[in-house]
């Protein structure tokens, strides 16, 4: 899908001065940094979060970020979190073909 076309949806068809309206900007903001070639990165995330959809959501369908990149820094957050004991429980399962607690 589209940038345009997934803005639209999300929006439920707001034109770009009731997007603006919504976001607390003004329509040529909306209309150069989210109706343009280029989106604005700063501007997608305002706008998902005024329109309750994850800023996530709206970088990827703009082309900043893609599924692949977010789900690498999710499991590097996860590795980061995990502690020593959840790290080994894990190295165990997998060791043992999943009989392991």
């Not at 329509?27 to 070639?37: A, T």
């Not at 329109?51 to 957050?77: K, M, N, Q």
């Not at 996860?78 to 020593?84: C, F, N, P, S, V």
């Amino acid at each position: 899908m589209a940038f345009r076309e997934w803005k639209q949806m999300v929006s439920h068809g707001d034109s770009d001065r009731g997007i603006a309206a919504r976001m607390g900007t003004n329509q040529m903001r909306v209309s150069r940094h989210l109706s343009g070639d280029s989106p604005v990165a700063e501007t997608v995330i305002a706008f998902s979060r005024t329109y309750g959809v994850s800023p996530i959501e709206g970088l990827i369908e703009a082309g900043f970020l893609t599924r692949g990149d977010v789900h690498r820094a999710g499991l590097v957050e996860a590795l980061r979190e995990a502690t020593g004991a959840e790290l080994a429980a894990e190295v165990t399962r997998r060791l043992t073909g999943g009989l392991a607690d």
